[in-house]
């Protein structure tokens, strides 16, 4: 009954005109930011937060400005996936499977509509998921003391680490990076300047949105120089724009799936909606039956990566709000946004300021149906927007993320700093080694150091109080099969047998 | 290839930092763990992970999904840098319109718009995000030597 109550509160939130105009400016910006190429969630939201601060948007507001964007670019990424082939975001490249042969096919009305239905299905079954499990967990992680915090962030690493495919190893070194970065500037507790190299600049630490921006907009920038894609042309979307209802029943059990998959693995601290939307495709093209037709244009395979990206979204914000730890680089940024505002995320927040917590719940909600009814009529608008040129379009997004870096501390400092960690993150790019993992090992270094030192600090430096309760216990079972997985995985492949399931 | 050496330089830079982080403790300890063990634990694993890279046999490598560089790429990629770089240098001194004319001509120029175009939608983007941000959104941005002109 509290949940319902509470639910109430956030819809009276949610629902005031202010930030009804809010989510409605976001779900907007944040389709167009999806459905360019180059430019995904993460770099939508880190740019939004100094325009937020400057602004002077309550945080509440902010919030629901983040997660609309955030909703958007699921939403947006597809459009580009369908019409041009090309993913507007990574989580869309499953998209593109099935959804371009439908668009070749005449079929790209019914293909945007039907991906709209179902990334909508997908927000919803999530956001159900958040309602129901999100206070759960939360009364639960009350009991987390800083030990089981600790070794919670080690978890949280070793499953962006398991679960990334086929270079565990370089994305563990990638996090590493991160998490070491994060020790740069002034030690709080002893006053101690780490790394800082002398420099003024660097005492207080790397901004996250010189990082976030830097690793993101910088290196996308220099990504793009490389790959001018023309001669590709839009198909044109014509003919009948809705789908029908036969069409819309034959993906139903296929949206339901989905959307618990992507619920499930968005929760899942480092998978994230990339891997979610290619487990749903993945395990839908296993289901069904011989004569499918996934690949040449399958409704089936174009609503599972759509419903399953759509419901990790949401999903990720459930550990993002209960434990105060990010389950993608998107929720890593607006928990950063949140830590700009002096809230600290984690289980308290559900007491001590629940109209923050349940009006950013309820907002999922409305952007949800503000998506679906902005994105089926308004899916000619969002096309035009792909036919602006890279040359335009490229020098806008610098000079934005240049604005963005120097509305925070208005210094240059900032912003050869940005440059730098670009070319770097560039680097790391291009040797395969996932930025989004060096994203979430920054944030979540902080307070995993904050945690591991409050926790010795506790016992007196006896090290026995990482594993000495149940909960430390199962989380480090946890943790070492998370590392076990990817030795099984690269163990299994060795074997002959493996190489005909696959194929 | 790339790996190794990438390896190699990791090892490097981690044997360096933590010369500097072996360095650092606190003149007042309140507490058990200091300011430099945790950044230590961290090299100590980057390093770990750098070795087993270095010196790992060579397997079949799995597919990269980044295109290699040519030279004609990695030359449009060092004058995009300098390019930057540049506008981060002059951002304050010439103030933020003029910059960001050079820099919008420039960059449009180097994603392969013709001269009249990166001309005109240079001038267009720079002056019209200047007002975007300065009077739509409020975002204070440097004027420099257009500071003058007000008033």
Redesign the interface.
Same mark, same amino acid.
């Given at each position: 009954m509290d949940t319902l109550h509470y639910l109430g509160i956030g819809f009276g939130v949610a629902l005031s005109p202010y930030n009804l105009l809010t989510a409605f400016c976001g779900a907007l910006i944040g389709t167009v930011v999806g459905l360019l190429p180059g430019l995904g969630p993460v770099n939508g939201v880190a740019l939004l937060i100094?325009?937020a601060f400057?602004?002077g948007l309550p945080p509440e507001t902010a919030l629901i400005l983040l997660a609309a964007v955030y909703l958007g670019c699921e939403y947006g990424g597809r459009i580009s996936s369908i019409l041009l082939n090309i993913p507007g975001e990574a989580s869309a490249v499953m998209t593109t499977l099935d959804g371009y042969p439908l668009a070749r096919q005449g079929k790209a009305g019914v293909a945007l509509s039907l991906s709209a239905w179902s990334s909508f299905i997908g927000g919803t079954i999530a956001t159900l998921g958040v309602v129901l499990f999100a206070p759960l967990l939360a009364t639960w992680a009350v009991a987390f003391g800083p030990a089981e915090y600790f070794v919670l962030m080690v978890f949280a690493i070793t499953c962006l680490a398991g679960m990334a495919d086929?270079?565990p190893?370089k994305t563990? /070194?990638a996090a590493?990076?991160g998490?070491?970065l994060s020790?740069v500037g002034i030690?709080a507790?002893?006053?101690?300047y780490?790394?800082t190299f002398g420099s003024l600049g660097l005492a207080d630490g790397i901004q996250f949105v010189v990082l976030v921006l830097g690793l993101f907009s /910088?290196s996308e920038?220099?990504v793009?120089?490389?790959?001018?894609h023309?001669g590709q042309k839009a198909v044109k979307a014509s003919g009948r724009m809705l789908f029908n209802f036969k069409e819309g029943t034959s993906v139903f059990a296929t949206n339901m799936r989905s959307g618990v998959v992507g619920f499930v693995l968005g929760v899942l601290p480092g998978a994230g909606a990339t891997l979610a939307s290619a487990v749903a495709y993945m395990s839908e093209k296993r289901m069904a039956h011989k004569d499918n037709r996934f690949g040449k244009g399958d409704l089936r395979g174009l609503a599972a990566p759509e419903t399953a990206n759509s419901a990790a979204a949401c999903g990720a914000m459930v550990p993002m709000l209960t434990l105060g730890v990010p389950g993608s680089g998107t929720t890593a940024v607006m928990l950063g946004a949140l830590t700009l505002y002096n809230i600290t995320p984690g289980p308290m927040l559900f007491q001590s300021q629940p109209d923050i917590v349940w009006g950013l719940i309820a907002s999922l909600f409305v952007a949800n149906v503000m998506l679906i009814v902005m994105n089926v009529p308004m899916v000619r608008v969002f096309t035009r927007i792909l036919a602006v040129?890279?040359?335009?379009l490229?020098?806008?997004i610098?000079?934005?993320t240049?604005?963005g870096v120097?509305?925070v501390h208005?210094t240059?400092f900032d912003?050869?700093l940005m440059?730098g960690i670009?070319?770097c993150g560039?680097?790391l790019?291009?040797?395969?080694f996932s930025l989004s993992a060096v994203l979430l090992g920054f944030i979540l270094g902080g307070m995993?150091?904050e945690n591991?030192?409050r926790a010795?600090?506790l016992s007196?430096?006896e090290l026995g109080i990482l594993w000495g309760s149940p909960i430390t216990l199962v989380v480090w079972a946890l943790v070492a099969l998370m590392i076990a997985l990817p030795v099984i995985r690269a163990w299994r492949a060795r074997k002959p047998s493996a190489v005909q399931v696959a194929g | 290839m790339?790996?190794r050496i990438?390896a190699g330089s990791?090892l490097l830079i981690c044997t360096v930092?933590a010369v500097?982080?072996w360095g650092?403790?606190?003149?007042?300890?309140y +507490?058990?763990?200091?300011?430099r063990a945790?950044?230590l634990l961290?090299?100590l694993?980057?390093a770990g992970?750098?070795l087993?890279?270095l010196f790992k046999p060579l397997g079949h490598a799995?597919a990269? +999904?980044?295109?290699g !560089?040519d030279r004609h790429?990695s030359r449009?990629?060092s004058l995009?840098?300098a390019a930057?770089?540049a506008?981060?240098?002059v951002? +304050?001194v010439l103030g933020f319109i003029p910059s960001?004319v050079l820099?919008?001509v420039a960059?449009?120029? !180097?994603?392969?718009?013709s001269g009249l175009?990166?001309g005109v939608?240079?001038a267009l983007?720079?002056v019209g995000?200047y007002l975007l941000?300065d009077y739509g959104?409020?975002?204070?941005?440097?004027l420099g030597m257009l500071a003058s002109l007000e008033n």
């Open positions: 100094p325009i400057a602004l086929n270079k190893l563990a /070194v590493l990076i998490l070491f020790c030690d507790n002893s006053g101690v780490r790394f /910088v920038i220099l793009l120089l490389e790959r001018t023309h040129p890279t040359w335009a490229v020098p806008a610098a000079i934005i240049s604005i120097y509305a208005s240059t912003l050869f440059i670009g070319i560039y680097a790019r291009k040797l395969d995993m150091e591991l030192r010795l600090s007196n430096g | 790339h790996d990438f990791n930092l500097l982080a650092y403790h606190a003149p007042f300890a +507490e058990p763990v200091g300011p945790f950044p961290l090299l694993l980057i992970a750098a087993y890279q799995p990269k +999904e980044e295109p !560089l790429v449009k990629i995009c840098i930057m770089l506008y981060a240098a951002f +304050e960001s820099f919008a960059m449009a120029r !180097l994603y392969g718009a175009q990166s939608g240079g983007i720079a995000l941000f959104l409020d975002v204070p941005l440097p």
